[in-house]
């Protein structure tokens, strides 16, 4: 494993336009990644997550109100590339995306072989027959049989599918792979099964991840890092040895906290209230109207403080 810096996402910001206002989705967000490593991005629906791998990739609908900050890919600020140069030298080059309901991200009306080339043809420049090979690879790779290329997304079953768009997402080998919930509306059995295959191809082909999830258990097997996100900023970062037993940040240990166990008696706790409107958020730290451990200078907008080699966005570690 090297410590050489593969991404660093320095004062990310992403808001769209709605009838009601200008929602902050991603709100000044910084966090990096080093190569052959995961980061578990984890927080509450609604707090950002997907924006945030929409911002990095830069999948960007009609209605944005800011796009701005830095994205520093191997050194390079991929922010200042204009469309055209971002889709031929980043977008499915060095990063590559398993969207969100990748069960059903795939065309139901054509040959899910046939999908999993496409990128190869349109970013690769390879012919059909190439492409096809790289494809078959790829189905191999990720436990798929050679047989389902001819097949239709419908024959197969939601496991095959997201291992489908899991091998759509490697055909052009990324170095860096987002995964928007690839877990999600699978059985416990397939999701343990997805997990293996993604700890496999990491292994394997020293592929890096960012992992978008509400689902912190699950995705504690695959992480090295852990990213909290709330109400649309990191307030906590920290690698995995260091953040399960120990989390910092209140809404961090209240996550936890929510998570069932399997032994013991103790019961699982509820978060109290509802995150605040990214719309109209407070100026003072987000989660204060829900904390515990809230006192006066909470009303500020805390820095990020540096606690024992982890990132936290907490006024208690001033």
Not at 9 to 25: C, D, M, P, S, Y
Not at 114 to 136: F, G, S, T
Not at 224 to 233: L, S
Not at 249 to 270: A, I, Q
Request: charged share 20%; hydrophobic share 40%; aromatic share 8%.
């Amino acid at each position: 494993m090297t410590d050489t810096e593969l991404l660093r996402v320095e004062n990310l910001k992403l808001h769209f336009r709605t009838t009601q206002g200008v929602v902050q989705a991603v709100d000044g967000v910084d966090f990096n990644l080093t190569y052959n490593r995961a980061v578990v991005v984890v927080g509450e629906s609604g707090c950002g997550k997907t924006s945030l791998a929409k911002a990095i990739l830069r999948l960007l609908p009609r209605n944005v109100e800011t796009y701005s900050g830095h994205v520093y890919l191997d050194g390079t600020d991929v922010m200042a590339y204009d469309e055209e140069e971002f889709r031929q030298n980043v977008r499915w080059i060095k990063m590559s995306l398993v969207p969100q309901a990748a069960m059903n991200a795939l065309n139901p009306v054509i040959r899910v072989g046939d999908q999993v080339a496409e990128p190869a043809m349109i970013h690769l420049n390879v012919k059909p027959d190439e492409a096809m090979v790289m494809a078959r690879k790829m189905f191999q790779n990720v436990g798929v049989p050679a047989d389902f290329l001819v097949r239709y997304p419908f024959e197969l079953s939601g496991g095959m599918r997201q291992r489908s768009a899991i091998a759509m997402a490697l055909v052009t080998s990324p170095v860096l792979i987002v995964l928007d919930e690839p877990t999600s509306a699978l059985d416990l059995l397939t999701q343990a099964n997805i997990m293996n295959v993604l700890k496999r191809i990491k292994h394997e082909f020293e592929t890096s991840y960012i992992l978008i999830t509400h689902d912190i258990a699950t995705s504690s097997e695959l992480a090295d890092d852990v990213a909290v996100m709330y109400a649309g900023q990191i307030v906590e970062v920290g690698d995995t040895p260091r953040f399960f037993p120990n989390p910092l940040h209140p809404y961090s240990r209240k996550l936890m906290n929510s998570v069932p166990r399997l032994h013991g008696d103790k019961e699982p706790e509820f978060i109290v209230g509802q995150p605040p409107s990214l719309i109209n958020p407070p100026t003072g730290c987000r989660f204060a109207a829900r904390c515990p451990s809230r006192f006066e200078k909470c009303d500020e907008e805390p820095p990020t403080f540096t606690v024992e080699g982890r990132r936290v966005k907490c006024w208690l570690y001033a």
